[in-house]
């Protein structure tokens, strides 16, 4: 069976978003415990690339990627053999929603309404704002599992752009494809 063209791309992002999805797990594991702890920093800038010179360069890579792109704030992370992630519980939750909403995209090949994938964003963003506007601070818990919901939306969604990028209207499509 030829998998289409579309599908090849998509599954060469799934194994990227999976990969790091694991190394942002296995990093934590693979370190002393209690290593790596107050994290805290800001998105968009290297905070911690001195505090980790002494971590080994797999695991130190998975780290300043995290440095770079969350603010690793640590009551808002999680911790794995008493190392912090080095990313917090919402964008480990976008992440793996992510690569869940593509999966199930690449699986089932069905295009959903954008006003339902829309709709997935909304706890998320209720949470965020509540937070934001009033004294209200989510547990790591309910941070996972909206970003993880809104992640599915996203990870379906891009499955859905990449299948219309590819989608060549002089071709006619192959059976049981949508």
């Known amino acids: 069976m030829k998998v289409p063209f ?3 791309h998509m599954l060469v992002i799934e194994l990227i978003l999976l ?5 942002i797990w296995i990093a934590p594991l693979t370190l002393p415990s209690g290593s790596i702890g107050g994290l805290d920093g800001s998105i968009g800038s290297l905070d911690h690339g001195e505090d980790l010179s002494d971590v080994p360069w797999p695991q130190r890579a998975v780290y300043l990627l995290g440095d770079i792109n969350c603010h690793q704030q640590a009551d808002r992370s999680f911790e794995v053999n008493g190392n ?3 990313f917090c519980a919402r964008d480990v939750g976008l992440l793996t929603g992510a ?3 593509l999966a199930a995209f690449v699986l089932l090949g069905r295009r959903a309404p954008w006003g339902w994938l829309l709709v997935l964003l909304v706890p998320m963003a209720v949470d965020g704002v509540v937070q934001a506007v009033t004294d209200y601070e989510s547990g790591n818990a309910l941070r996972f ?3 993880a919901i809104a992640g599915l939306a996203a990870g379906y969604g891009a499955g859905m752009l990449i299948g219309n990028f590819f989608d060549r209207p ?3 499509k192959e059976s049981g494809q949508q």
Not at 19 to 23: D, E, F, I, R
């Open 6 to 8: 579309a599908k090849r």
């Open 170 to 172: 002089d071709e006619p």
């Open 99 to 101: 690569v869940i909403g």
């Open 19 to 23: 990969s790091v999805l694991l190394a």
């Open 145 to 147: 599992i909206t970003g």
């Open 84 to 86: 912090q992630l080095p």
